[in-house]
């Protein structure tokens, strides 16, 4: 039973939102959390939507947003951009499924390894998600390499399998967790060592050690660049892989296709052995690949020995012919080469609207971003906080971000009762969002700024 409201923030979003509300009392009853991706749950209830088109969407409510989820990213042309509808509407007219091959699938990926700096002259093999692709990288790697072990960062996010879900590292837990996480088996973590994030000392010691098979990580940073990558870091870790034959996995199921037209691999100038992606790959519909090196990814193929001496792979709607039609779709705009001057111009406009809006409200926050679509905010931080390279450094961190989160809270529920709707802490970009757009949600950032310090929930 929802308590009295203690706030005017609170207030306004139940009284604007009583059929999400209602909605949500129904998901309660069939799904474990109320919803079906932990980020979309939200206290007191989500809001529910219709439609969306372009920088916006529709709630139950009639409510009206300019987005920042934009797909969970995957949006780079915003919301049911003509060529990509048209292009899947097309294909279903056509058929969902032939189970055979088509001659889409070749042209999206063609495209893939036209864009991605480390397939070209390399192979690509399509998945249906982010987190399958990641499975299947680390799995390569392992049959590459015949080592076990992997080396992730802590906060880094390769999708909900259990090989890279997990932050445990025994070297460290007096400071942190002291216990495996719920469900996954002690030897799957006994092989995974999360690391500080930007410690390359950490990685090059845990390699001496022996049995290391493959490096993943954000190249962007661990969350959507919530904690930001450093460019030497990268370069450092290329070099240390490559000298003892370690393989490097850049997660680019976030920044591929979004920090340049090749990703962050392009972006830094820094080639990976292997990357996963997704989200923009399938022009917003599920879709997920790895492309990478032919000595790696040819492992795929069919040998004598049988299914022995081969990575095995399958799954029923791997470059299914919708999702290859608006990935084609998708990826030959991105081609086109306009997207990224647009969405970063739209990136750094907003990003700088809101640190003068936090300067201006004389508060201690920050908005910052690595990939420059994507705006990460946070309140009690400063510049110095974004600089984690070792476990102090990140255990400082996590308080920060702990302490920002209960602010940040209020701050989306104040943004979406003002028609604005943020991805949690972070603000993702499209080529749909016009300037209007951006200056209207920094007029409504300061409002929500001012309102949250004039409530209590915010102070100076």
Not at 158 to 169: A, E, K
Not at 411 to 421: D, M, P, Q, T, V
Not at 430 to 458: M, N, P, Q, W
Request: glycine share 10%.
């Amino acid at each position: 039973m929802l308590g009295r409201p203690s706030n005017k923030v609170d207030l306004e979003y139940i009284e604007k939102h009583p059929r999400s509300m209602d909605l949500y009392n129904r998901a309660r009853k069939i799904f474990a959390r109320g919803v079906t991706h932990d980020s979309r749950y939200f206290e007191p209830m989500p809001i529910y939507c219709v439609k969306a088109k372009g920088s916006r969407k529709w709630d139950v409510d009639g409510n009206e947003y300019i987005d920042y989820w934009m797909g969970h990213g995957a949006l780079i042309f915003g919301h049911a951009h003509p060529v990509i509808v048209r292009a899947a509407i097309g294909q279903i007219r056509k058929g969902t499924h032939y189970g055979a091959s088509h001659e889409l699938e070749i042209e999206w990926g063609e495209k893939v390894a036209r864009l991605i700096p480390c397939a070209r002259g390399g192979l690509v093999e399509f998945t249906n998600s982010g987190t399958e692709a990641t499975l299947m990288a680390i799995r390569i790697a392992r049959a590459y390499t015949g080592k076990r072990r992997v080396i992730k960062f802590m906060s880094h996010f390769h999708g909900w399998l259990d090989y890279t879900i997990i932050d445990y590292n025994p070297d460290y837990s007096s400071t942190l967790v002291s216990e495996y996480p719920i469900g996954i088996p002690p030897e799957i973590c006994r092989n995974t060592i999360a690391l500080p994030p930007n410690d390359i000392e950490a990685v090059e010691k845990t390699i001496e050690r022996g049995d290391v098979a493959c490096v993943i990580l954000e190249p962007g940073g661990a969350l959507m660049g919530l904690i930001p990558t450093k460019r030497d870091f990268l370069e450092d870790l290329r070099r240390v892989t490559r000298d003892n034959d370690v393989i490097l996995i850049f997660d680019e199921v976030v920044t591929g296709f979004r920090d340049a037209p090749g990703g962050a691999q392009e972006h830094y100038n820094i080639i990976p052995d292997m990357a996963t992606l997704g989200k923009i790959l399938a022009g917003g519909y599920p879709g997920g690949a790895v492309a990478g090196g032919r000595e790696y990814m040819s492992l795929l193929e069919f040998r004598e020995g049988g299914e022995t001496r081969r990575v095995s792979h399958r799954g029923t709607f791997n470059a299914n012919p919708v999702s290859a039609a608006a990935g084609n779709a998708c990826l030959g705009l991105i081609l086109e080469g306009k997207a990224h001057p647009t969405v970063n111009r739209r990136g750094e406009m907003l990003r700088r609207g809101l640190n003068e809006a936090i300067e201006d409200n004389r508060v201690e926050g920050l908005a910052w971003s690595t990939t420059p679509s994507i705006i990460n905010v946070g309140f009690k931080i400063s510049r110095e906080d974004l600089e984690v390279s070792d476990i102090e450094s990140y255990i400082r961190f996590q308080k920060k971000i702990s302490e920002s989160r209960r602010i940040t809270h209020y701050l989306e529920k104040a943004l979406i009762n003002r028609g604005i709707h943020p991805m949690g802490p972070r603000f993702i970009l499209s080529t749909a969002h016009t300037r209007r757009d951006i200056e209207v949600t920094i007029e409504r950032f300061d409002e929500a700024v001012r309102e949250l310090k004039s409530e209590g929930i915010l102070g100076t």
